[in-house]
């Protein structure tokens, strides 16, 4: 059908700010040429600042909202971003391996911008062991690979990013981006690490103030990419670049962090003699 647009199916919270969550999820998809198909996993408290609670959707209901629409209408990727408890990554593990065939993007949330802890950590093992395993690529920020892939001893806590990359893809995934935002660096570097180390690194300028939302606006940049076609390579490459533009624009609107504009491309101002170049 040469009318349908590349569809993509995104289990997320709910984000009232609109900054995060299945908000930027949807509006990311929306912006790149993608049909969103949306199943809550939570219902959030949050504002600019911070998560105030989260209350998880029953499982059975994650698991009905997602089989019910992919029933209905063929999907191109999945993207999954925070999830409530274990039982709803047991049903979303079951859910996706129906449809292996069906690129996935895992974005592991495991705490707000402010530092707000959002899983526990039987969570944290549960993704481990039956998601990981299923994904295409992974994108961790620095802070949640290392937590990833500790494991019983102090050295997983403190292994550098290319030791976590290769544990995590050992446990399954095929790619690992780690994105290097809250790395003490003069400018962010984020990495790409496939089966044979080190597929790429992109530096980025690093842009003032903090952004809330900024990992979901790249995981489902990444989902876009894949689901218009990309191979994973190009696929990252220009979903940094989309999500890089969304910093460079992003507004204040609250009293926190800034929120990147999915939509920067809508407001870009026209040379004066309106060509368009």
Known sequence: MPDLPPI????????????AGLQADIMTLSSMGCHPLSVVTAVTIQDTMGVDGVSPIDAEWVSEQARCVLEDM??????IGLLGNLEQIAAIAEVVSDYPEVPLVLDPVLASGRGDELVAEETVSALRELLIPQTTILTPNSLEARRLA???????ENADLAECARRLIASGCEYV?????????????????GQSGVVRSDTWQRLPGSYHGSGCTLASAIAATIANGLEINDAVKDAQEYTWQTLKAAFRPGMGQHIPDRLFWAREEEPADGSGD
């Open 177 to 193: 981006l780690v994105t290097g935002t809250h790395e003490n660096t003069p400018q962010v570097v984020n990495t790409l690490y």
């Open 74 to 79: 063929p999907v191109a990727a999945f993207k």
């Open 150 to 156: 500790a494991d019983d001893s102090e050295e997983g």
């Open 8 to 19: 993509v199916l995104v289990f997320a919270a709910t984000d009232p700010s609109g900054g």
